[in-house]
C-alpha cells in the first residue's frame, strides 16, 4: 500500500502528498500533483490509501474529488469568441469544427515525464478549458494520455445553470484503456459525464488480445460506443478519416486535447484539418525529461491574439 497525505493550504490549493516510507510518519514528501479546490476547508488533513497497481493517484468514488472551478473572467468570451465554432461553421460535411487545445510549459512541455499527469494551468485557465468544452460536442485524446492522466473529461462550466454534455473520444486502436474503474466510469455513474466513444482500428475480433475483447464488452454494456476507422499499411488512422467518422456520428465540433504525439502530428500535417489552436501557457520550465510538443517542421500561426491572466498566458490562432 502506498500511504497519501491530502492538505490544502490556505490558497485553495489541494497538494497531493505521498509518503516515501509508507509506514506512516510522513518523514519525506514528494508532491505529486497540485489541484485548485474551494471544495476543502483550509487547514484538515487525511490519510488515503491506494495500492501499488493502481497507476493514478485517486479517491475512492464516494469521495471524488474535482476541483471547483472560479468564474470566468469577464474578458474571455470576447477573446475566445472568433476561435469558437458557430452554428454556421459547425456543419462541413465532412468534418467537424476542430480545435487543437493544450496546457503547455515555457519550455513546451505539457508533462514533467512520459505518463505523468502534470498540472500547468492556473485554476483561471482550467476554467477556460472548461468554457471551452462547453462549446464543443466531443472532447479527443490518445491512448497515451487516457492511460497516463485517468481523466474526467466532462464540463463543469454551467451557463445559466445548465450544464453542457460533452462527449468523450479516444483513439485507441488497440483498446488497451479499461474504462471499468476509471474516474471517467465514476462521473458517468454520478450523472457528470457521458460514456466515451473509442476510435479503433477496423479489425477483426481475432486481431484484438482477449483482454482487449473483455474491455470492448464492458463498456459497451456500459453505454460506450466504438467507431471502426480503416487503418493505413502502418496500422496508424488518417486524421481526415477519423474526423470525417465523428461528422457521420453528429459530432459537429471537437476540440482536441492531446497529448504529444497527436498535437505533434496535427500541427505538422494538419492538411487543413485544423480551424483553431488555443494554447494556455503557464509559467514554468518543466525540464528535459518532459513530453514535448515540437512538430517536425516549421509551423506558424496566424490571425494571433494573446490574453493574460492571475499566472497564466493564452495564444489562440489559426495554422497558416
Ligand atoms: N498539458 C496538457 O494540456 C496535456 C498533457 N497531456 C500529456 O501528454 C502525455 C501523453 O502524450 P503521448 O504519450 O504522446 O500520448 P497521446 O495521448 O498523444 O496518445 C498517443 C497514442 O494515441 C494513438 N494515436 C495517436 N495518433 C494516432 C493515429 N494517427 N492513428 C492511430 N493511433 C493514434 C496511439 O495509440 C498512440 O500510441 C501525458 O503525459 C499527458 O499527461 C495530454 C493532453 C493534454
Ligand atoms: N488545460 C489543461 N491544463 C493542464 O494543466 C493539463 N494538465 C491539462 N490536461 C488535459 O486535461 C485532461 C484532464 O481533464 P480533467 O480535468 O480530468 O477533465 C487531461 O487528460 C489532458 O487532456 N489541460
Known sequence: MDLWLVGTSSHGILTIWRDFDSVGGFREFEILDQFNTVLLEESFSIL???????????????????????PLPEDIPFFLAPFLPTSSSSLTPKRPFTTLTYAQSLDSRIAASPGQRTSISHLETKTMTHYLRS???????GSGTV???DPGLNCRYTENGESHGIRPIILDPSIKWDY??????????????LPPWIITR???????????????EYLKKHGGKFL?????????????????????????????EGGAKIINDLLANSEELVDSVIITIGPVFL??????????SEVRMKDVAWWSGIQDSVVCGRLS
Open 180 to 193: 471499468k474503474g476509471s474516474k471517467l466510469e465514476q462521473l458517468v455513474q454520478k450523472g457528470e459525464g
Open 135 to 141: 462549446k464543443h460536442d466531443g472532447i479527443l485524446i
Open 147 to 149: 492511460l497516463a492522466d
Open 202 to 216: 477496423e479489425v477483426g475480433s481475432d486481431e484484438l488480445s482477449e483482454a482487449a475483447l473483455e474491455r470492448q
Open 228 to 256: 471502426h476507422v480503416i487503418s493505413q499499411k502502418d496500422g496508424t488512422l488518417k486524421w481526415s478519416d477519423v474526423l470525417n467518422k465523428l461528422s457521420e456520428e453528429g459530432i459537429r465540433s471537437v476540440m482536441i
Open 48 to 70: 488515503y490509501h491506494t495500492t501499488k497497481t493502481q497507476k493514478t493517484w485517486g479517491f475512492r468514488s464516494d469521495s471524488l474529488i474535482m476541483s471547483k472551478l472560479m
Open 287 to 296: 525540464g528535459s525529461q518532459g513530453v514535448q510538443v515540437s512538430p517536425s
